[in-house]
């Protein structure tokens, strides 16, 4: 091997060589230069006492590619090369034993070549020419080789979506794209459109459309164009429709998807104005169809929507659904009705696909937009628990609140407490803050409502003041525990205390708001056996999230004494707070950390797809700040949601 890898070097010096005879062989017969053909035909006769020229029998011919050719039984390219090497030689005839197999002494060379076993290839030349001194691979090999090289690593570079590669070896060698090779052209073009050279890409699908042999391609390259440039600027490649003998257009299939794509491209824009007439009419028709798809439907329910012809828009999305458009129809439908002021026929659809993350998000905030009226009408059970349910899914900080908000007006004040807990957990904010101390209150929790005062004064400076005023005795809502509690407060945790024992001190210390001392209370509990030991972890795990001790929290979830969902359950709230913790602090990188550790088990919510969105702006990360800002509009359009578009679009930062 290290002998054959010595000598590739000289075998591609030779490939860069003219095949030629021996000049040794050659050196007393031909002249000092040898003339060509079309010499030998324009030079006058000599005197006769001058030596004639050498005849033209005696100029070799090189029969390489036509010996290939009838190797490969390429009829059509045998019979354009015996043309093109009659006009050059006049007298020569193609050899008898063309069609024999093993007739070339380059044979075995053009089988590699047309197998693309290039190095290989490389390979036997070099041993070759080892062998027999003073041969040469032909001229056409050396050049076949070379541009079959060059568009291998053409398309090498067009599969890795190397576009200014792709088009650097193009300008390299411009006969890639001479020699009647679509698949070459068509990457070209793409290449080109990708970096912006679209009357270029435009002219080369031209030119592919043109040089097609037959129908599958034409429409090949014109789909191809539709696809790298869109329908506006590939359309004028219909002009060159051919029209057969039914007297239909050949390119008639791909029409309604290029009206399809057309209505598309209207839908992106943001300009003013009508959808192109003629592709509506077009597609209207084939919706109508009965056979149609949905996905016609579908498309004429967005068009309808952005016209403002609600009432349209929603014949469209039902039609949709009753032909099988899931859940891109409910969300079509919810949104149309919504539009329509039906929002109560909105929120009952929604709940026919809660599984789809943008149904749910519309679902969560038609409710929310109720439960929190001043006002709120009154909400079915099986909506409002549905609606409590998915909350509690998507770890949503906003539906939180609203729930909060409901439960408060309706003076359920247990229910808004931990409502509010948990939209603190999941995202804090000023309202949530105000909700949760106002349940306090509401409970009389005094030592509880300092603390928390103190905690969300300090991060909210704009939270309302409020006192707290001070009765004798709680309102009459405690827990079911409640009574056997103080007997166990006041014997507290002594060394004896059975596991059993401490656990329920535990939770007795967890209902006085005592968390410090029920972490060491369900610590001793954990030495217990089986499920008191599992019930202690859980419990000390939440009693460490509410003293702010995410890490202690993070510890005991992972210490393996929970089961599987309450761990899940505690490493998801410990991710999110720890998350809002660096938020607050503007740490926008271990903000994004956190939330990507978080992702990696758990949807996002839309509070905490907000806060990847600014800390993405705080980075300056624009252009991935955009797309999360145009994610969460496209699912629901709030204030926040184009606040964040308003703050990361192109125009604003010129991008």
């Keep these: 091997m290290l002998v054959i890898a010595r000598r590739l070097p000289l075998a591609l010096a030779l490939l860069g060589s003219i ?103 490389k390979l036997e030349i070099e041993r070759r020419t080892a062998r ?22 053409l398309v090498k570079a067009s599969d890795a979506g190397d576009w200014n590669e792709t088009q650097k070896i193009a300008e390299r060698e411009p006969l890639l794209l001479g020699d009647g090779d679509l698949d070459v052209t068509w990457r070209v073009a793409e290449a080109a ?56 257009g050949e390119f008639e299939p791909l029409r309604l998807d290029l009206a399809r794509a057309a209505l598309g491209d209207w839908l992106k824009t943001e300009a003013a104005g009508a959808p192109p007439a003629a592709d509506l009419e077009r597609v209207v028709r084939a919706a109508g169809l009965p056979d149609a798809a949905a996905d016609d439907a579908l498309l004429l329910g967005w068009v309808d929507h952005r016209r403002k ?45 809660l599984d789809d993350a943008e149904v749910a998000s519309q679902f969560l905030d038609l409710v929310a937009s109720d439960l929190t009226r001043p006002k709120p009408p009154a909400i079915a059970a099986d909506r409002l628990a549905r609606f409590a349910e998915l909350t509690e899914k998507l770890e949503s900080g906003d539906a939180a609140q609203a ?12 229910a808004a407490a931990a409502w509010f807990a948990k939209a603190m957990a999941w995202r804090p904010s000023v309202k949530s803050a105000e909700g949760h101390l106002l349940a306090l209150k509401a409970l009389h929790e005094k030592t509880e ?50 596991a059993s024992q401490a656990l329920a001190l535990g939770w007795c210390l967890m209902e006085a708001k005592r968390a410090e001392e029920a972490a060491v209370a369900f610590e001793a509990a954990r030495r217990g056996d089986g499920r008191a030991a599992a019930e202690a972890a859980y419990g000390q795990a939440l009693a460490h999230l509410r003293s702010g001790r995410t890490a202690d929290a993070a510890r005991v979830a992972a210490s393996g004494g929970l089961a599987p969902a309450r761990r899940d359950e505690i490493g ?61 509009d496209g699912q629901l359009s709030t204030r926040e949601s184009r606040a964040g578009l308003a703050a990361t679009s192109p125009l604003a930062y010129r991008r």
Excluded at 132 to 153: N, T
Aim: charged share 30%; aromatic share 6%.
């Design 403 to 414: 729930l909060g908000w409901y439960a408060h007006g309706a003076r359920q004040y247990h």
């Design 193 to 248: 459109a990708h970096t912006g050279a679209h009357d270029r890409a435009l002219e080369l699908y031209h030119a592919a459309l043109a040089g097609a042999k037959s129908r599958d391609e034409r429409l090949g390259a014109v789909r191809k164009a539709v696809a790298a440039l869109g329908a506006k600027d590939a359309v004028s490649l219909l002009s060159e429709e051919k029209i057969g003998p039914d007297g239909k």
């Design 572 to 632: 998801r709230i410990v991710l999110a707070q720890q998350a809002i913790a660096h938020f607050d602090h503007e740490d926008w990188r271990s903000t994004l950390d956190t939330l990507d550790r978080r992702r990696a088990h758990a949807a996002e919510p839309r509070d905490l797809m907000a806060m990847r969105g600014w800390s993405l702006y705080h980075l300056g990360r624009l252009n991935e700040a955009h797309d999360v800002f145009v994610l969460l």
């Design 19 to 121: 095949a030629a005879p021996s000049l040794a062989s050659r050196a007393a017969e031909a002249p000092a230069v040898a003339p060509s053909p079309a010499a030998i035909e324009t030079v006058p006769a000599a005197p006769e006492t001058v030596a004639p020229a050498a005849p033209a029998a005696e100029v070799r011919v090189d029969e390489s590619a036509l010996r290939y050719y009838a190797s490969q039984r390429a009829t059509t390219r045998v019979e354009a090369e015996i043309r093109r090497l009659r006009a050059l030689y006049p007298g020569w005839e193609p050899p008898a034993d063309l069609y024999r197999p093993g007739a070339s002494d380059e044979q075995a060379l053009w089988d590699l070549y047309g197998k693309d076993q290039i190095d290989r290839l």
């Design 309 to 353: 012809d609600f009432a349209a828009a929603e014949r469209w999305f039902d039609l949709a659904g009753m032909r099988g458009g899931g859940a891109k129809a409910v969300l079509g439908g919810v949104v149309a009705r919504v539009a329509h002021g039906r929002r109560d026929e909105a929120a009952t659809l929604a709940m026919t696909a």
């Design 449 to 498: 409502f300092a603390r928390l005062d103190a905690d969300y004064r300090g991060r909210f400076p704009d939270l309302p003041a409020l006192r707290f005023d001070d009765p004798a005795r709680r309102a009459a809502a405690a827990a079911p525990r409640a009574k056997a509690c103080p007997a166990r407060l006041a014997e507290g945790l002594g060394p004896a205390r059975e």
């Design 132 to 153: 027999q001194p003073g041969w040469r691979p032909s001229q056409d090999l050396v050049d076949k080789l070379r541009r079959k090289e060059l568009r291998l690593a």
